[in-house]
C-alpha cells in the first residue's frame, strides 16, 4: 500500500516528461534551421549595411566639395542673399539635398541666408545637420540639410523597397527614416544590422556639436518565411492534450504545496512587517553571543545591513575601539545571565563614525518547544534624551556664567568710577608740585623727570579708566588713525624696567613703513601690555641661566592687515587652544581673575581683527593679533 501511494504521486511525471522530450527535440531541430537561415540573413544585411553607410558617406562627402567650391568662389564677393541666390552651385545644392545656405561672419552672424525665410520653411523637416566651409578668412559658409533627405536620395531604390533605413542616435532614437512611418526593430522580431558611421556628422556649427555616436541601422522589412515553424507547430499542438493532462494532474499535485507556502509567507510577512515597523531595536542571539535575527530598526541604528550582522560573533562592529575590554566584559555577564532586568545603558558607534546612547534589555530566547535557546534583546535609541538633557545642563551653566560676568561687569564700572577722582588728584597734585619747584627754582634734572613721568602715567592711567568705563557702558571704541608702532613702542616702553627686574631680556623687531590702522590707541595699549605682560608671568618658571628669559614682539603687514607677534621662550600652551585661554574666568596663574585674555580678544574683535594662539617654532607661546589697515593705506 506504502509503495502504491510512491506510484500514484509520482506517475503524473510520466506524461510529463516524454512530452517535454519530443517537444524539446522538435523545437531543437527547428531552432538549428532557423539558425542557418537567420545567419544567411545576417551576413547579407552586413553587407548592404556596408555599402550603404559607404555611398551615404561618399555622398556627404560629394556636398562637402561642392560646397568648397561654392566657398572659394565667394571669396573677395560682399555677402547678400541675391548673390547666393544667382549662384548655379547654391541652385544644384538646392535641387540636390541642401535646405538652406547661410553666410556667417566671424561672430556667427549672419550675413546672408538663402532661402531668406529657412527656419519657416523647414521647421517641420525635424532634426537638420550641416556642413561648413571657410570663405576667406572672415566668413563661414554654412549649408543645412536633412537626413532624412540624404536617406531617400542617396539610398538604391531597391535597397530602399528590401530595409527600413534609419539613423539613430546612442539613445536609440530615430534621427531619420528612409520612410515617414519607420519600422523600428523593437516593435516586433524584425532582424536589423546597425554599422557605426565613420566620422562626425555636425549638428550644431554655433556650438560645434557633433553627433559622434550617430549609426545607421537596417530593418528587413519582409523577412523570409519558414516552412519548418508550421510543421513543428502543427505537431506541438498535438501535444497539447497530453501536456494537459500532464498539467491538470501537477495541479492537482501542488495544491497542496500552494496551500501551505501561501499561508507560511503570509505569516513570515506579518511578522516582518510588524517588527520591521517597530520602534524599538530587535536582535536575538545564541548563548555564544553569535547574531541569529536583527530587525530593520537595529540596522539603521548602527548603519549596517542585516547580511553583514547576521551570524556575527563578539566583538561585533558597532562597540566603541576605545573600550572594547569593557563592553566585552559586560557581554560574558549578559551571555551568563546576569543582565540587568531594569536594562542597562550602553555607547555604541554608528558605522558613520557618530556614537549612540542605547539603553538595552535583556530576555530569554525560547523555541517552540519551550527550550531557551539564546537571549532576546530590546534596544531603545536614548541618543536625542541625552542630547537634551546636556543642552539643558549647558543652558543652566551658561545662566549662571553670564550672571557672573554681569556682576564683574558692574564691579569693573564701579571701579573705574571710584578709580577716576583719585587719578585725577593724583595729576592735579604732580601739576602743583611742578609748578612750587618751577618757582622756587629747582633744576634738579632727576626729580624734574620723575614728576613728568608720575603726571605722564597719572594721565596714561585716568585714559584707561576712562576707555574701561566706556567699554563697559557698550560704547563704540574710538577708530582713529593712529600709529601702531608708536603704540607698540609706548607698551613696551611702560614694561622695560619690570622686564628688566624680572630678568627677560625685551626684544622689539617692527617692520619699517608699515601703513597706519583705524583703531583705538589706548585700547590697542593694553592688549599689547596685557600679552607682554602674560609672556613675562609664564618665564618666572624657566631658569634665568638656560637661554635666558626672552620675548620678542614684532610686526608685519599681511594683505590688508597688519600683524603683531608676542613671542617667549617660556613652556608654551602646553596643549591649551585659543578658545580655552580666552574663555572668562579661565586662568592658568594661581592669583588670576581670567579676564585679561578675555577682554583683549573683545577688543580685538571690536576692531574686525583676530586674536590667536600657538605654539612657537623654538618652543615656547606665539600670541598674535591682526589689525585691518586704513581705507587710506589699503587702497592708496
Keep these: 500500500m506504502q509503495l502504491r501511494d510512491v506510484l500514484t504521486r509520482s506517475l503524473w511525471l510520466a506524461p510529463l516528461g516524454l512530452s517535454l522530450v519530443f517537444v524539446l527535440g522538435v523545437l531543437g531541430w527547428v531552432r538549428a534551421n532557423e539558425a542557418d537561415e537567420q545567419e ?12 550603404t553607410e559607404a555611398q551615404l558617406r561618399d555622398r556627404i562627402d560629394d556636398e562637402q566639395s561642392h560646397l568648397r567650391q561654392l566657398a572659394a568662389a565667394l571669396a573677395g564677393e560682399a555677402p547678400s542673399a541675391a548673390l547666393l541666390a544667382a549662384h548655379p552651385e547654391v541652385n544644384a545644392g538646392l535641387r540636390r539635398l541642401w535646405l538652406s545656405v547661410t553666410w556667417l561672419d566671424a561672430r556667427n552672424r549672419v550675413l546672408a541666408e538663402v532661402p531668406e525665410d529657412a527656419e519657416a520653411a523647414h521647421s517641420d523637416d525635424g532634426l537638420s545637420l550641416h556642413l561648413t566651409a571657410r570663405v576667406g578668412t572672415s566668413g563661414v559658409l554654412v549649408v543645412r540639410y536633412a537626413p532624412a533627405l540624404l536617406l531617400k536620395r542617396g539610398v538604391p531604390w531597391w535597397l530602399a523597397r528590401k530595409y527600413d533605413v534609419q539613423l539613430v542616435d546612442s539613445a536609440d532614437q530615430v534621427i531619420a527614416s528612409s520612410t515617414d512611418s519607420p519600422m523600428r526593430a523593437a516593435q516586433g522580431l524584425l532582424p536589423s544590422y ?59 499535485q501542488m495544491r497542496h504545496v500552494e496551500r501551505a507556502e501561501v499561508a507560511g509567507r503570509t505569516e513570515a510577512a506579518w511578522r516582518r512587517a510588524m517588527e520591521d515597523s517597530a520602534l524599538v531595536a530587535l536582535r536575538a542571539r545564541d548563548f555564544d553571543g553569535r547574531l541569529l535575527y536583527v530587525n530593520r530598526t537595529f540596522c539603521d541604528m548602527v548603519g549596517l545591513p542585516a547580511e553583514r550582522l547576521v551570524g556575527l560573533l563578539p566583538p561585533m562592529p558597532y562597540w566603541p575601539p576605545d573600550a572594547l575590554a569593557e563592553v566585552a566584559e559586560r557581554n560574558r555577564r549578559n551571555l551568563a545571565g546576569h543582565a540587568p532586568r531594569e536594562g542597562y545603558e550602553a555607547h555604541w558607534r554608528h558605522s558613520s563614525g557618530r556614537v549612540v546612547d542605547v539603553m538595552v534589555f535583556e530576555s530569554p530566547l525560547v523555541d517552540a518547544g519551550g527550550r531557551q535557546i539564546g537571549w532576546m534583546g530590546s534596544i531603545l535609541d536614548i541618543t536625542n534624551a541625552k542630547r537634551l538633557e546636556e543642552r539643558e545642563r549647558r543652558q543652566v551653566e551658561t545662566l549662571a556664567h553670564n550672571a557672573r560676568l554681569t556682576m564683574l561687569g558692574e564691579v569693573a564700572s564701579t571701579l573705574a568710577h571710584e578709580l577716576n ?28 623727570g620723575a614728576l613728568k613721568r608720575l603726571g605722564q602715567q597719572a594721565e596714561h592711567a585716568g585714559r584707561i579708566v576712562a576707555r574701561i568705563r566706556e ?27 619690570d622686564c628688566q627686574r624680572r630678568g627677560v631680556a625685551l626684544d622689539v623687531a617692527l617692520a619699517p613703513g608699515v601703513p597706519d590702522v583705524l583703531a ?12 607682554v605682560r602674560n609672556a613675562a608671568d609664564a ?6 641661566g638656560d637661554g635666558g628669559r626672552r620675548i620678542a614682539v614684532s610686526s608685519r603687514v599681511a594683505g590688508d592687515f597688519v600683524r603683531v607677534d608676542v613671542q617667549d621662550n617660556g613652556p608654551g600652551l602646553q596643549g591649551r587652544r585659543v578658545e580655552q585661554l580666552c574663555a572668562p574666568f579661565y586662568s592658568t596663574k594661581a592669583d588670576g581673575m581670567g579676564m585679561g585674555l578675555a577682554i583683549c580678544r573683545s577688543i580685538v574683535e571690536a576692531h574686525q ?7 612657537a617654532p623654538g618652543g615656547g607661546a ?5 589689525l585691518p589697515l586704513s581705507r587710506e593705506a589699503v587702497h592708496g
Excluded at 474 to 483: A, I, N
Excluded at 609 to 615: P, S
Excluded at 622 to 626: E, N, T, V
Aim: some cysteine; overall charge neutral.
Design 421 to 448: 577722582q583719585p587719578l585725577t588728584a593724583i595729576a592735579s597734585y604732580n601739576a602743583g608740585i611742578t609748578n612750587s619747584l618751577a618757582k622756587l627754582g629747582v633744576q634738579d634734572e632727576l626729580v624734574l
Design 622 to 626: 606665539l600670541f598674535s593679533f591682526s
Design 539 to 544: 618665564l618666572q618658571a624657566r631658569p634665568t
Design 40 to 51: 544567411q540573413q545576417r551576413q547579407t544585411m552586413i553587407s548592404d549595411a556596408l555599402s
Design 609 to 615: 581683527g583676530v586674536l590667536d594662539a600657538d605654539e
Design 520 to 531: 583705538d590707541a589706548v585700547l590697542i595699549e593694553q592688549v599689547v601690555i596685557n600679552l
Design 471 to 497: 567699554f563697559l557702558t557698550r560704547r563704540e571704541p574710538r577708530h582713529e588713525r593712529c600709529d601702531l608702532h608708536e603704540v607698540i613702542t609706548a607698551a613696551v616702553e611702560l614694561l622695560k624696567r
Design 194 to 252: 546597425r554599422v557605426a558611421l565613420t566620422g562626425p556628422l555636425r549638428a550644431s556649427p554655433l556650438a560645434q556639436a557633433t553627433l559622434t555616436d550617430a549609426a545607421l541601422e537596417l530593418t528587413l522589412r519582409e523577412p523570409a518565411t519558414n516552412g519548418v515553424r508550421p510543421l513543428a507547430l502543427v505537431l506541438v499542438a498535438g501535444f497539447l492534450p497530453l501536456i494537459a493532462v500532464a498539467s491538470w494532474l501537477l495541479r492537482r
